[in-house]
């Protein structure tokens, strides 16, 4: 069974870094794409950034501007958000994503909040 198990999350001050992680299991077919989506309070869920299988191709929402980097780790089965130069407007809960063969997957989200 697939699963998704995001953490990293926490408080940091403005300026400041995170790496968020998320564990995935279950993926016995492998996925396609992995993505993390973040949903602030009273905004929808927005794409943050996106890596391709088997190619590694990535793609980011206009707002992470160079800051914030995804990575795979294919032996281990973890995908990274390296995030810098946090912002107060980056305060969200961050979802991580899989598109797989048997279908879409979420974890359970992991808060970011960043302090002015």
């Known amino acids: 069974q697939e699963q998704l198990v995001e953490s990293g999350g926490g408080l940091v001050q403005s300026g400041g870094s995170l790496r968020l992680s998320c564990a995935a299991s279950g993926f016995v077919f492998g996925w396609f794409a992995m993505s993390w989506y973040r949903e602030a309070p009273g905004k929808g869920r927005e794409l943050v950034a996106a890596?391709?299988?088997?190619?590694?191709?990535?793609d980011y929402g206009d707002f992470v501007k160079g800051r914030f980097t995804i990575s795979s780790d294919n032996a281990r089965n973890i995908i990274y958000l390296q995030m810098n130069d946090l912002k107060p407007d980056d305060t969200a809960v961050y979802y991580c994503?899989?598109?797989?063969?048997?279908?879409?997957?979420w974890g359970q989200g992991t808060q970011v909040t960043v302090a002015s």
């Open positions: 994503n899989a598109v797989a063969p048997r279908g879409d997957f």
């Open positions: 890596i391709t299988s088997p190619d590694r191709r990535t």
